[in-house]
């Protein structure tokens, strides 16, 4: 049967070459107009003087490249969303496998775990987001108020969530999280269920306790899998604008600006376009690297 | 080396459920290779699984060098198993899934080359060690589980089906190894098998298991000879033994018994009148089946195994016999063995 199913399809799609262009090409307008084209215009407008509003474009060259590598802004905007990334990667990881190992084997209200588990990818960003706004709120964050509640800080002297540098970081940090893990979680629970049960078993009989088995054994043949999650959740993360932009809008002080929400600061808001289109360009070479490695690990798990 | 021993061992997997294995007692000998052969979900597996501590028995005690092991981890158990599938890691090289073992087990670091080398020398696969398991043949795979299964010395090896992935003409040439490599190293090995030719080639002593019961355990010419019952009976041999009702007892015997009257010397024999239904030629001997002829025994279906010599045909009737002392007799309501009897088959 599945000779004969093959065998129909191609002598199809060979007859009517525009049937298969037919098929194709709303993937083609998708990439193309949604993508393509703001990336064309992106790097177009960075070697201009575009503004909002302004009439004239002219060729400047490297110059927006030249003023936005002088700006502070745009250096600890590097450096947060590269902090954010590998911070937000290493936790999201750690959680997820222990989640995985937790919710591998059948338990009495398994299905209805996974669930919850589930719920924080299922919902918008940004309604989790404003959420979170809220539960870190200066006033009415609850995490200050059970703080209060168990006496480890005092009334009316809680910590600002998201006023202090630091903990502001930590905390988009800790939104990202959030919203990664599950997703992480969902990716390595198919890797473990992929590996036969005969492996780990023979690692117990040969000796292998539950760490060397963990990390010897089912995280080494679970490489390809977890390397998809972590580049997935790299780019999530790298790109990501919402939590920033709803939780802190990079402040305090630039301390959480990352590029994408710089670049949308500069450019939409401080209407100086050109600047936000060579902000965003700095994301290429990242997202090259990271498809890269993408299109290689798929590779390799498909020669396995 | 270290003897196994199961009392009154049951699984049950799910209450109320009939169980998986019923009140099993066996004892190995020192150095004995012990198969397991039963029929699939006879239990086999489930037996060897709760004797390597990969399953816990819902009753009944197991014991490994007269120690009970029903609370020790695989581990502390001190056995090796292989695996039908071979369960090799398979992102380590043939070298680091033999030294696997002994890393897991704190042998010292110094001694897992000369162990690896020593392992893979004594299986031939000394030239493999840099590979992969996915750049391996299947007998080689199985070498390089063995291995494995040998380097850290273990007091009992079992081994679930290991040759039922190969190929027929492989699984010979493995079986002998498997001889061979078990005379060598004397360790105490049980072997879970639903292939009876292996079982009957390889097995110092054979354990028949069906439905989670073991119907008897003996060497393989006491089970193929004397078999305790009619599932014995029929489960060993190719074809099965011929099993006929007459006066309340199941009379069996062997499709190689039953050979032209003429053939047979001896005075004590039963003889049939043989229709031959069918015919096949198998190069070194026939399969005749067809129908017993007249008596009491008048259409009952049966099989012979004949060497060549004669040449038969299909609608032919033949007279043909079976020498007394080869005939076995069966409860019909137990199924199981009983004295010889004196039967009038006119």
């Known amino acids: 049967m599945a000779v004969g199913g093959g065998k129909i399809k191609s002598i199809g799609a060979a007859q009517s070459p525009l049937l298969g262009f037919a098929m194709f090409s709303p993937a083609l307008l998708y990439i193309g107009l949604l993508i393509g084209a703001p990336f064309v215009l992106a790097v177009f407008y960075a070697f201009s003087d575009a503004r909002i509003g302004g009439g004239e474009m002219h060729y400047v060259g490297l110059e927006n490249f030249r003023s936005i590598l002088q700006s502070p802004s745009f250096r600890k905007a590097l450096e947060n969303s590269i902090i954010f990334t590998i911070c937000a990667q290493i936790i999201v990881m750690v959680c997820a496998n222990i989640l995985s190992i937790a919710l591998e084997k059948p338990f009495r209200g398994r299905g209805l775990v996974r669930f919850l588990i589930l719920l924080p990818w299922v919902a918008p960003v940004s309604l989790g987001t404003i959420g979170w706004k ?59 269920t992929a590996i036969p049960k005969e492996i780990p078993e023979a690692a117990a009989i040969d000796g292998a306790g539950f760490w060397r088995t963990t990390f010897q054994i089912n995280l080494p043949i679970m490489t390809p899998i977890l390397s998809v999650a972590v580049l997935f959740g790299t780019i999530f993360t790298f790109t990501d604008m919402t939590v920033v932009y709803i939780l802190t809008a990079g402040g305090p002080y630039d301390s ?33 690297a990271i498809a890269y490695l993408m299109l290689r690990v798929a590779h390799r798990s498909e020669v396995i | 080396m270290a003897v196994v021993q199961t009392r009154n061992v049951t699984k049950v997997f799910k209450e109320g459920e009939l169980g998986a294995v019923n009140n099993v007692n066996l004892e190995t000998r020192e150095g004995e290779f012990l198969v397991f052969l039963g029929p699939s979900g006879s239990g086999k597996t489930t037996l060897l699984r709760m004797i390597a501590g990969l399953e816990t028995p819902t009753s009944g005690e197991i014991l490994i060098g007269g120690k009970v092991v029903n609370d020790l981890t695989p581990r502390e158990r001190r056995i ?46 000394g030239a493999l060690l840099q590979r992969k398991p996915r750049e391996l043949s299947g007998g ?40 061979r490599f078990h005379r060598r190293v004397g360790t105490t090995t049980i072997y879970v098998t639903h292939d009876q030719v292996e079982a009957m080639a390889m097995g110092d002593r054979i354990m028949v298991l069906n439905k989670g019961v073991v119907r008897q355990i003996g060497t393989p010419k006491e089970v193929y ?122």
């Open chain 2, 140 to 179: 080689e795979r199985q070498r390089v589980a063995l291995a494995r299964a040998i380097v850290r010395e273990p007091s009992v090896f079992l081994l679930d089906e290991p040759l039922s992935n190969l190929d027929a003409k492989l699984r010979l040439s493995a079986r002998e190894e498997l001889e």
């Open chain 1, 134 to 192: 809220w539960i870190l709120d200066s006033i009415y964050s609850v995490i200050t108020w059970v703080l209060v509640w168990l006496h480890i800080v005092k009334p009316y002297s809680g910590p600002y969530w998201l006023g202090e540098a630091k903990l502001a970081m930590a905390s988009v940090i800790l939104v990202h999280c959030w919203r990664l893990i599950p997703f992480s979680t969902v990716i390595l629970l198919a890797g473990r």
């Open chain 2, 80 to 125: 090796a198993m292989v695996f039908q599938s071979y369960a090799l890691y398979p992102h380590l090289t043939v070298y680091k899934n033999i030294a696997f073992p002994l890393k897991a087990q704190n042998v010292p670091k110094n001694l897992h080359k000369e162990k690896v080398e020593w392992a893979s020398s004594l299986l031939g696969i």
């Open chain 2, 225 to 346: 000879d004397d078999p305790a019952d009619t599932f014995v009976a029929t489960f060993l041999g190719s074809p099965p033994m011929n099993l006929v009702e007459n006066d309340g007892v199941i009379v069996g015997f062997r499709p190689e018994h039953f050979r032209l009257a003429e053939d047979i010397r001896e005075v004590d024999k039963l003889t049939f009148k043989f229709r031959v239904e069918n015919v096949e030629y198998l190069g070194a001997e026939f399969i005749l089946s067809g129908l017993l002829m007249g008596g009491k025994a008048d259409g009952k279906k049966v099989i012979a195994r004949l060497l060549l010599g004669h040449s038969y045909e299909a609608g032919t009737t033949y007279d043909f016999a079976i020498s007394a002392r080869q005939l076995k007799f069966f409860d019909r309501t137990t199924e199981k063995k009983v004295p010889a009897k004196a039967l009038t088959w006119q």
């Open chain 1, 256 to 288: 959480t600006q990352t590029l994408p929400s710089l670049a949308f600061a500069t450019g939409i808001q401080g209407s100086d376009l050109a600047a936000g289109a060579a902000i965003s360009l700095f994301l290429v070479p990242v997202l090259i």
